[in-house]
C-alpha cells in the first residue's frame, strides 16, 4: 500500500512511538528483576558481614549404652562423629526446601562442650579462683588461625583410650592461664566431665573481622564475669573433632552443635522476583519448623531427643535474619515498583497523546481532501478502515525494531512481553488517525466564510464536560490515594494521578492562556510591527495546540518529577551516611567501649574522639505516671564539639552549661541535670523525673528542652538505630558512667583526611579488645563505608536510571510532536509569510513568525509542567516514602534547581531552535510558490 506523501511524517512518529513503547515494555520488569536480584545480593551480603543469617543449634550426645563414666568408660568412637554431622546437616538441608535451599550454603559446623575448670598443670588462678576452659571443635578454624607455636590439635595414636585431649589456645589465652606448650592439665566440670589436656600449640587470629572471632570471643581473650563465688576469667580453646569424641566419651553432658549457613543470593538468578521473593520470607520464616520435622519427623514430642545414628540430637533450633532481611528489602522493592510505575505511565501517555495530537494535525492537513471524499460519497468507517491498513506497517516494524533494541538490555532472557499499559498504548496510537479521519468525515461541517477558516469554533457542551469530567476523576483518585496512605502502592491507580493532574494542569492553562495572549495582541496591535500581531494572533487559534500542551507538560512534569526523586535520593543517602556514621567513623559496642577513647585518640590519622552513651529508661514523674521507654544520652559538649563542630545537640549542651557529674542528695536519689524533647516536659510540667528506684536510681531535672535540630543530629544515629526514635529523648552531659552502665556506648572519631582519611582497622579492634567490654557486638563503620554501601544500592541504581530513559523518551517524543506541528504546519505558515513579505515586510522580521507563535504555548507548558512535576511530592503524600532508601531521618523532597531551570529553558530553546531551523529551510520557497492568484489573508 502506497502512502501519501503528506502522512509520511505521521508514519514515522507512529513507527518512533511504537517502537519507544515497545522496547520500554519489553526490557521493563527483566532489567528491574536484574539489577533487583544484584541489590538482593548485596543486602545479604551485607547483612551476613555481622554473622551468619541463618543458623542451626542442636544438643547431641551418644546414644544409651555408648558413653561411659566421667574420667573413663569405654573405647572412644573415633571417626564417628562427622557421620552424624553429616547426617545431622543433611536432615536440615532437606528440611530447607527448594527456594531456601537455592540461597544457602554448605554450613560451617562447630562443637562446644560446657565449660570445665582448669586445675593441676600449674595454671594461673585469676582472682583466686580456678579459670574455666571451653573446647571448641570449628569446621573454620584452619583457615582463620595461623599458628605461632607448635602445631594444631590432631587425632590421637590408636583407640585414644587414655589419651589427653589436645588443645590449641590463643596468645592472650595461654598467657591468662599460664600455660606452657606441651603442658597437661585437667579438666573438672564436676562428677559428669572429667578429662586430661595437653596444650600443643598456639595461634593467632588470621583476620580479626571472621565469623569464628565474632560468635566465639573467648577463643581470642579470655573474659572475667562475677559469679557467686567471685570474679572468674573464661576462655576458650581449640580442638580437632577426635578430641570432640574423646571428650564425649568421658563426659555425659550434651554437647551443642551450631550450623552456621552462608547465605549467597545468585546476582544472574530472579530471586528478587516478586513471587519468588514472597516465597524466600515464607521459606525462611517457618525454617525451624520445617527443621524439626526432617530432623526428627513428624512424631517429635517438644525437646525429647531424635535418633541420628550413633548419638541423639534435641530438635533444632533456628536463628535466622534472612527474613528479616528479605521483608525489608521487599519494602524498599514494593517502593522501588511504584516509582518506577509513575515513569512508564507517564511515558505511555505521554506516547499516547502525542499520538492524539499528531493524529488531529493529520487529519486537518486533509480537510480539503476529506471534503472532497465526503462529497462523492465516501464512508466515514470504510476510510477510518483504510487508514487503520495503511498505518499496520508502521506499527509493525516499531514493533520488531523495538523488541531488537531490548533485547541486548534483557540477555540472556529474551524480552519480556509488554504487560497490559503497554498494549493498551500501542493499540491507541494505532487507531489515533483512523479515529480522527473517522470523525472529520462523520458530519460534514457548517460551511465558513473563505476568511474566516482560521478562526476556532466555540467550545460547547461537550468540552465543558469532558474538562470538568477529568478535573472530578483527577480530584477522586487523588482523594482515594490519600486516604489510602502508605496503602495505595498496589493501586492501580496510582501511577494514573500523575497523568490526571498533568490533564488538569493542561486545562486550567487552556482557559487561562488566551487572556495574556489577548493581552499582548492588544499591545502588539497598538504598535507599529506586524509579525508580533501576526504571531500572538495565531498563537490563539491554533486547532490542535490543546494536545500539544498536554503533552508538552506531561513530558516536563515527568522529567522535573524523575529530577526531584533522583536528588532526593541523593541527599537522603547523604543524610543516611552521616546518620549511621555519626562522624568521620564511629566505634560501637556495650556501653564500656567508651573507655576506649583515649587509645582511640592516640591511633595515626585520628585527630579526636568523643564518647556518646545511650540506654533506655522509663520515666516516672512527680504524679506518677510513667514515661515508658525514654532515651537517656549522655555525651560531653566539648569533647563532641571538637570532633563535630556543627552539631547542634553540641551547642545546645555547651548553651545550657550542664554539669558533668551528678548531685548527690542526702535523702533522695542523685539528681542530674538534663534536656528533653518539649513533649516530654508538656507531660512534666515540674521537670523531675526518677529512673526508678534502687542504687542505681536517678533523678533527672528538665532544664530546657532540645529544638527539633538538636534531636536529629548525626551524632545520635548510630545508637537510635535508622530512624529517630518515637520515645522521648532525654541528653545530659555526664562524663563519668557507673561501672556496669547498661545500655551501649558509640566512639566518635575525627579523621585527619576527613571522612576519607585512613584508619588502620586492626588497631581499632585492639584498642576495642583491651576495654575487655563484653554483650553486644563491636562494630566499626565509617562515613565514606557507609556511603559507598548506600551508592552501591541497586534499587537505587534502577530508579535513577529509569527516570533518566523515561524522562528523556518523553521529551523527546515531545520535542518530535512540535517538530510534526511545524512540519505540517508549514505551507500555512509559509503562505502567511509569503503575504507579509508580499506586503513589503522585510525576510528577517517574517522569520521571526513561528518562534514567536510557539512561545505562548511554550512558555504555558513550561510554567505548567515545571509546576506540576514540583507539586507532585506533596500531592502523593505519605505515598512518596523514600526512607526505606537509607534510613535515617526521612529526606524531605529536595529540588536541584539547576536541572528543574535546564529542562524547562532547555525545552524552550530546544523548540524554538527547531521552528528557526524549520522558517530558515522554509525561506527558500518564493512567495509565487505559496501563494494562489486572488487570495487573500
Known sequence: MTVPRSRLPFHLLLFLLVGTVTAFAAAWQPSYERAATLALAQDVAHEGEAGALVTATSDVQPLAGEAGPPGGGPVPH???????????????????????GAVLGRPVTRVAAVPAAVTDGGAARPYGLDPELQLLYAQDAPQSVRYVEGRAPARPAGDGAGAPVEVALSEQNRQALGLGLGRTFRLDGGPRLRTDAVLVGVFRPVTAGADLWRQHPLLERARPRDTDRGRLVTAAALVDLSGIELLEARSTLPLTVTADYPVTVDPAGRSAAAGRLAELVRASGSFERDAVLAVCGER???????????????????????????????????????????????????????????????????????????????????????????????????????????????????????????????????????????????????????????RPRRAGGPRRAAEVAAVLLALAVWASVRVRGAGALSDPQLPLLPVLLAVVVAVVLLRVQPAPVRLLAARARAGTGAVALVALARAGRAAAGALTLLVLVLALSQAVFGGLVVHTLQQGREQSAAWRSGADAVLLGPARIADAGAELAALPGV??????????????????????????????????????????????????????TVRAAPEDAPELDVLADPGLLARHPDGLLDTGSGPDALRLRIVGTLPADARRDPVLGPLLGERPPGAALVVSARTVLPADAPGR????????????????????????????????????????????????????????????????????????????????????????????????????????????????????????????????????????????????????????????????????????????LETLFGRRRSPSAVLRLGEAL
Open 78 to 100: 573415633l571417626g564417628t562423629f562427622q557421620q552424624d554431622l553429616d547426617r545431622l546437616t543433611s536432615r536440615l538441608g532437606a528440611g530447607a526446601g527448594p527456594r531456601l
Open 607 to 660: 585527630a579526636g574522639t568523643a564518647a556518646v552513651h545511650v540506654q533506655v529508661q522509663d520515666l516516672i514523674g512527680s504524679d506518677g505516671t510513667v514515661s515508658a521507654g525514654a532515651v537517656l544520652a549522655d555525651v560531653d559538649p566539648d569533647a563532641l564539639l571538637a570532633v563535630a563542630p556543627a552539631s547542634p545537640l553540641g551547642r545546645e549542651l555547651r548553651g545550657a552549661r550542664l554539669p558533668s
Open 745 to 916: 556506648s558509640a566512639v566518635l572519631l575525627r579523621l585527619v583526611g576527613g571522612p576519607l582519611g585512613p584508619l588502620d582497622r586492626e588497631q581499632v579492634r585492639r584498642a576495642a579488645a583491651a576495654t575487655g567490654a563484653t554483650g553486644s557486638p563491636v562494630e566499626l563503620r565509617t562515613r565514606a563505608g557507609e556511603r559507598d554501601q548506600l551508592d552501591r544500592d541497586g534499587l537505587g541504581a534502577v530508579l535513577n536510571r529509569t527516570f533518566l530513559a523515561a524522562g528523556a523518551g518523553s521529551l523527546t517524543i515531545a520535542l518530535l510532536v512540535v517538530v510534526l506541528e511545524l512540519v505540517l504546519g508549514a505551507r500555512d505558515r509559509a503562505r502567511t509569510v509569503s503575504y507579509l513579505r508580499t506586503l513589503g515586510l522585510g525576510g528577517r522580521a517574517a522569520a521571526a513568525l513561528p518562534v514567536l507563535e510557539l512561545l505562548p504555548l511554550l512558555a504555558a507548558a513550561a510554567l505548567g509542567g515545571t509546576a506540576l512535576g514540583l507539586l507532585l511530592p506533596a500531592a502523593l503524600g505519605p505515598v512518596l516514602d523514600l526512607t526505606a532508601f537509607g534510613g535515617g531521618p526521612a529526606p524531605g523532597p529536595s529540588v536541584d534547581w539547576t536541572l528543574t531551570a535546564a529542562l524547562a529553558l532547555g525545552l524552550v530553546v530546544l523548540v524554538a531552535a527547531v521552528a528557526a
Open 300 to 454: 517429635t514430642l517438644g525437646t525429647l531427643p531424635c535418633a541420628l545414628d550413633r548419638r541423639s540430637a534435641t530438635p533444632p533450633r533456628v536463628t535466622e535474619r534472612l527474613s528479616a532481611t528479605a521483608l525489608a528489602f521487599r519494602h524498599r522493592a514494593e517502593r522501588t515498583e511504584a516509582l518506577r510505575s509513575f515513569a512508564l505511565a507517564g511515558l505511555l501517555a505521554v506516547a499516547v497523546a502525542a499520538a492524539v495530537a499528531a493524529a488531529r494535525l493529520a487529519a486537518r492537513r486533509e480537510d480539503g481532501a476529506l471534503a472532497l471524499q465526503r462529497a462523492r460519497g465516501a464512508s466515514p468507517a470504510r476510510t477510518g478502515a483504510a487508514r487503520l491498513a495503511e498505518t499496520a506497517p508502521a506499527v509493525l516494524l516499531g514493533l520488531l525494531v523495538g523488541g531488537l533494541a531490548a533485547a541486548p538490555v534483557t540477555a540472556p532472557r529474551p524480552p519480556a512481553p509488554p504487560g497490559w499499559p503497554a498494549v493498551a498504548a500501542t493499540v491507541l496510537a494505532w487507531i489515533a488517525l483512523p479515529v480522527a479521519t473517522w470523525l472529520r468525515l462523520r458530519e460534514p461541517r457548517r460551511s465558513r466564510p473563505d476568511g474566516d477558516r482560521h
